[in-house]
């Protein structure tokens, strides 16, 4: 494997003109999602999905101001945008739980599903704690976020990177990306911007760190990410050892039941 | 009442994707792989206790059981055509890898169990057949419980512990009510107790997991999926409670074979539909989220 | 800003991540107001007010770049005796004609010397007026007297600067708080931040939109801007400067090589059938002789010679008599006019989409609809090109399919990626841009289309001597590719200009008045020197200094910033050395700096111009402005505007607020439309209660020609919207995601309802008013994958009369829930909201 490459969204300086979502959409050659108003803030596209790899979300967020004559207004004093897109999680479950080996990690260590090998199981759809992968109805495979694993090939950022104007995307070798976040929110803590703070950066969280991490200005949750997501195969072994005692106990209960130590169960015929 | 929880979430969209999987056929599988799984080991002790009918009944159900599955299951694929590029790999950490190999051995074993009582060839290849899987049948009876709860749906992860043995409860009773519906009564007092056994087992294993996962536990009670469960619960108890008195009855057989079935596909539809339901509300992801970052923050 | 120019925000960003504060100026909160330091929610159509405070707010308390302002504007020159303030008229400059509605200039000019500039009194007036005579002075300025009577000690009552102090000394925060809605501690701390941020040290840069300029008022909020920042220093120095963003790409380059009725390449006037017989007529009504304006022979010779080649001589004025004329206003909304009138028969539609874009829709389609004949060029089959099918006339029955006689010709166009050729930005950079792929079918680019049109016209030709014009043209650009495509390159070397050795200049103070050079537009010579397209360049940022002048090409002389001899003190060392842009280097006699000095490289700081100098000779080593006849930043415009020499706060043409300033109004010299196509809803009329502001999303284009087909870009935002705060929409019942209906004297449309707390009711004079938002980018139709009604239909037809530009920023509306009547029913109730 070569370096480990990523993304880093700083959210702090996202202006929500979606350049991410079109040039994602564009290069990767994607459906529409429908044309369907929201009324959900600018946003129109709701989620990612398996026809929209980065999604911008809008949150209108609202402090008490103070007017003259004394009345508050609900004005709203905090528009939060930020560009969501697959994690490309150090243990992705997505990978884990796949049963065609259609996911698999490349190269720079990122996720992606290999869509001649895809057969539409579905699996992976809610085993992402993030509910990023999803099937596309129709097509009838899964499918998500590459990280532009094509132009990363021939040597190009992603194409969401590439079209942000504001650097709000950044792209790049993982470590060094996890080093410049740290640097930039020891800026906005000095700035006094105590709310910022990282989601996903940290290899010791449930999925290992991601591969996609973010700068927020509010809890995860706001922006519709979990707020402590953990890789759903993480209690697997623990789970193999239940079921195994599930069915031994199967096997035990029907050879009790042939035992014949069950008044009135026995066969008709000998009673 | 549970008070509800104070939580906040983006325009109350779900956080995470909620299963794909289609009805009747991704709970009706399950229904069947449990139907199969147990027929199976049915069919194992019944050979060894010399209960040739319920044998030759059992293998025939875990045979149909299991290759019915496995058509649902394909119908299911997005690409269908791609069906075997499930046996393309061995995956430990997928299961839905392991439950393929184990369908497939299942099916393949009882499928020769079957063709062998039914044609009476090769006589030792089928006892052999049907040996091997009085393995793969509980397996295959139990690993489904595994595939949902490998996911991140919080009403099947967090159960994780209880869905074998619910799982389970419902495949005895599966395969009990089949086998004292399909052979004489005279050889059905077998599976007349592996339904009581299955109908007791998926009661308490119910009643124990709703009362461990508390608000997790919600959508296996709300709308739908609650309607579905409590009607499970009622038919399986009802027609585990009526195999037990059916004697010689064969109207209370039959009512209690019926009970026992629908309650068996109640319980799998509502499994997926709780699933579902917990998946589309983001509380269910959030709230224990949360809980558990505050309980981490030191005070 | 976010909004709309997004890649140039990025700017933005960086200069705030480097420290500088941002304040965003916006009725609503915007994608801009999520990254500023501060958002100021103002009234639509109240921002002279909130400018003019500041400038009160600079010279109240001498907080004025003294020492700037005495050398390079003019703050000290003495006005006429015959000026009046509309202090002193009660909203109105002297020389008011209630008749025209227009104003005579002449008492509003600087203290007579004995010799009257020539010129001056000419700028101005009704024929001025009727022409949109204020939109020529892109680049030349109008002419004033080059050396008025002065009072350096600025305390000449009759002195700008005391004229200045007198006419905004009420426009203060209070007014502010009353008018915009914006709290007196707000004020205060933008009033500190730009103060605080312009001087030797630092400066402040002001950045527009057509937020500003879409107003009858449009011309004098960039004025107020202009004269805020002359007090302050931030003209010509790096960091400062007024920027004025564009709505489309290329719009600068489509007034520097203009698509506008009024002017020639290089902000020439076109020429007036009955003012101007022959050139030399010409010259001497366009301009004044000092400054570079002064060779302005030289550039419409030039011009001439590029166009008429060998045919211009000097024995007939260069072909000057070839020249279209104007006879009046042939604006955009006054050619519509004409069109329902039957006096024009034919239109030109070129990537414009005037049923949907342009103001007041209906008047548009009933023009369209009484054409003999209609050419649309468009990338889409857009709505201007199938109103007469599918219009929403048809379905109120005011028109019939079969009763529309304009025979329609639509012409496929080829987009910006399949053609070459260069695009001009707001910074005046010039961008080439190579093609990427053939247009597909019958797609052409619009230099194909009017190179084979005139090819074809030619061929037509009889030797009938009103055809000599179109004879004798130069039109022989090399032919390239499959369907003979005119080089765009050969067209930009021709619009550079060549010597008379036939090589390509490389400087406008090249050309000369003898027919000796010929060149398309003088303000782009140089962009071919040497036989090389400097706007082709594309070296990157880092490999050159931060003025990156290896990137395009700028015009004049790949200058960067205009007039930046004003970022050197009068003796020309820097204002400071964080600031030092250029400065005169004494020992080698010539300006030097960062960028290509905006000044004659050898003329020294201390050069005073003899008696009698004319052209750039005629300024002073110490005056920056080379373009004005005086060398000085106007704080006062002695001519060139049609509504006064200062800024004056109007209400809107519709508002719901009553001008406490003023006994006038709105601006007294406003057009309108006196007609039965264009009627207006009543000021402070109960009936629109609201103000309606259009505007914009970052998702789609303009009237969405080039956005609604597209998918990726539909989705994003497909539906109209108004956006209303949740104390509106309360108060009429308003439902986030369902429908509202908002009427005007002009239509009723209907449009989704988003509810939000980004649009905030303001307290305007002690009362509630309430701002309604709609974006415009729906139509009925034009391959759109979304559709919508019009939102530019609600928008009442009245122009600035400076450069005609319409009111779309403020206006007056109701808002009624649900969705609108349909067919004949919408009707009635408009008939309901006129005559109540």
Partial sequence: MTERMGFFTDTSVCIGCKACEVACKEWNQLPDDGFVFEATSYDNTGQLGASTWRHVAFIEQTRTVRMKEDEGDSGVDRWLMSSDVCKHCTHAACLDVCPTGALFRTEFGTVVVQEDICNGCGYCVPACPFGVIDRREGDGRAWKCTMCYDRQRGGLEPACAKACPTDSIQFGPLDELRERAEDRLERLHADGRSEARLYGESPDDGVGGAGAFFLLLDEPEVYGLPPDPVVTTRDLPSMWRWAGAAALSVAGAVAVAFAGGFAGFRDGGRR | ?299 | MAECHPVGFQWVVEARARGAKVFHVDPRFTRTSALADRHLPIRAGSDIVLLGALINHVLANELDFREYVLAYTNAAALVSEDFRDTEDLDGLFSGFDPETRTYDPSSWSYESTGEQAPGETLEGGLHHAKAAGADRYGSGGAAAHPSPPKDPTLRHPRCVYQILRRHFARYTPELVERLCGIPPEDFAELADAITANSGRERTTAWVYSVGWTQHTVGAQYIRTAAILQLLLGNMGRPGGGILALRGHASIQGSTDIPTLFNILPGYLAMPHAHRHENLDDYLEREGGETGFWGNRRSYLVSLLKAWWGEAATEENDFCFGHLPRLTGDHGHYTTVMGQIDGTVKGYFVVGENPAVGSSGGRAQRLGLANLDWLVVRDLTLVETATFWKDGPELETGEMRTEDIATEVFFLPAASHVEKEGTFTNTQRLLQWREKALDPVGDCRSDLWFYYHLGRLLRERLTGDEIDRPLRELTWDYPEEGEHRDPSAAAVLREINGVGPDGRALSSSTQLRPDGSTACGCWIYCGVYAGEVNHAARRRPGREQTPVAPEWGWAWPANRRILYNRASADPEGRPWSERKAYVWWDAERGEWTGHDVPDFERNKPPDYVPPEGARAEAALAGTDPFIMQSDGKGWLYVPAGLADGPLPAHYEPHESPVRNPLYGRQSNPARRIYARRESPYNPPGSPRFPYVLTTYRLTEHHTAGAMSRPLAYLAELQPELFCEVSPELAAELGLVNGGWATIVTSRTVIEARVLVTGRVRPLRIQGRTVHQVGLPYHWGWGGGGLVTGDVTNDLLPLVLDPNVYIQESKAVTCDVRPGRRPRGRAALDLLEVYRHD
């Fill in chain 2, 1 to 299: 009442m549970v008070p509800e929880a104070e939580f906040r979430s983006y325009y109350g969209r779900p956080v995470i994707k909620a299963p794909i999987w289609h009805e009747p056929h991704m709970p009706t599988y399950l229904y069947l792989g449990g139907l199969s799984g147990v027929s199976s080991m049915m069919a194992v002790v019944a050979g060894f206790t010399g209960h040739h009918r319920l044998a030759r009944t059992t293998r025939v159900a875990a045979a149909l059981g299991a290759a019915a599955g496995a058509g649902l299951l394909a119908a299911e694929l997005g690409r269908p055509e791609r069906f075997l590029n499930m046996l393309r790999v061995f995956k430990p950490t997928s299961p839905m890898s392991v439950g393929s190999w184990i369908l497939a051995a299942q099916g393949g074993l009882s499928a020769v169990a079957a063709s062998s009582e039914l044609t009476g060839s090769l006589p030792v290849v089928g006892d052999a057949a049907v040996l091997a899987t009085g393995v793969t049948g509980p397996l295959t009876a139990t690993y489904t419980a595994v595939l949902v709860a490998d996911t991140a749906v919080p009403a099947w992860h967090e159960a994780y512990r209880e869905l074998p043995f619910l799982f389970a409860g419902s495949a005895l009773a599966s395969a009990g009510a089949l086998g004292m519906l399909a052979t004489p009564r005279a050889e059905a007092g077998p599976a007349r107790a592996v339904a009581v056994l299955g109908a007791a087992m998926e009661t308490v294993s119910g009643v124990v997991m709703e009362r461990r996962l508390g608000q997790a536990a919600e959508p296996y009670r709300q709308g739908r999926a609650g309607r579905l469960m409590r009607s499970a619960r009622a038919l399986t108890a009802g027609g585990g409670l009526l195999a037990a008195v059916a004697g010689r009855s064969r109207t209370v057989t039959a009512l209690s074979g019926l009970a026992l079935t629908a309650g068996a596909l109640c319980t799998r539809f509502g499994i997926l539909a709780a699933g579902r339901a917990s998946a589309a509300d983001p509380k269910y992801t959030v709230v224990p989220q949360r809980q558990r970052l505050d309980g981490e923050r030191p005070a």
